[in-house]
């Protein structure tokens, strides 16, 4: 079985201050990590992912994620917030042999 | 790369009526594509896993009679609501993930509205 705890629905945070969305998972199995991005009334877009290799993954839009096994996380982060980065943000996981887990999703608001 | 199209985007129908759903991806094939609901402010619920040329795989709780699945190529699904009853209005999103990958790539998502 596998779940993905995204703390706080909502994040709050002002143009030019550093991003951080959290994302903890379980998997009985070595996971595949996912960051999505949902602006209102469209679909998901893939931000970034970890499979193997590297653990610290860079995306686009300046997003970058570090897996971190021993503490089961794979939080998201950017330097320098924008308003265009105001949205709906969903860590995922899978084993790649099952079906992808999402997190509750956590909006990121960002003030001026 | 790696585009998904749905269509339509946004539908309206009366109650009682069928609607149908698609999903296609555009720049590559994929053997398997999943169709997804989104509640407002709510995460995506998948309803059911769908690979070409057989049968989809519903979750539990997914009336498969109501939503009634189609992978007929590696680059369409289709979901069709039938006898759609304001409780189904709803987004839903559509993924297509390529052929020997771990990735889900989605769709823009439709919006359905029955009234």
């Known amino acids: 079985a596998q779940s993905v705890t995204q703390l706080g629905s909502h994040v709050s945070v002002s143009e030019g201050a550093l991003v951080l969305l959290r994302c903890n998972y379980s998997s009985s199995v070595p996971p595949y990590l996912f960051w999505y991005v949902q602006y209102p009334n469209q679909g998901l877009q893939l931000l970034l992912k970890y499979t193997t290799g590297a653990t610290l993954v860079k995306g686009i839009n300046g997003f970058e994620a570090e897996f971190k096994k021993s503490e089961t996380s794979f939080h998201l982060t950017k330097p320098s917030a924008h308003m265009s980065d105001a949205a709906e943000y969903f860590c995922a996981v899978t084993s790649g042999y099952s079906t992808l887990t999402f997190g509750k999703g956590t909006m990121l608001l960002v003030s001026p | 790369g790696a585009v998904v199209s749905q269509h339509p985007s946004r539908v309206i129908c009366k109650s009682g009526t069928s609607v149908k759903i698609e999903c296609r991806s555009l720049d590559f094939q994929a053997t398997t594509m999943f169709w997804y609901r989104q509640f407002p402010k709510q995460s995506l619920m998948l309803m059911a896993t769908?690979?070409?040329?057989?049968?989809?795989?519903?979750e539990q709780g997914v009336e498969k009679d109501k939503f009634l699945i189609n992978h007929a190529s590696l680059t369409l699904s289709t979901l069709t609501v039938t006898s759609a009853h304001p409780e189904d209005s709803s987004f839903y999103i559509c993924?297509?993930?390529?052929?020997?990958?771990?990735?889900?790539?989605f769709g823009p998502g439709t919006r359905l509205l029955v009234l």
């Open positions: 993924s297509a993930q390529p052929s020997g990958q771990e990735t889900q790539y």
């Open positions: 769908s690979n070409e040329g057989s049968k989809a795989t519903y």
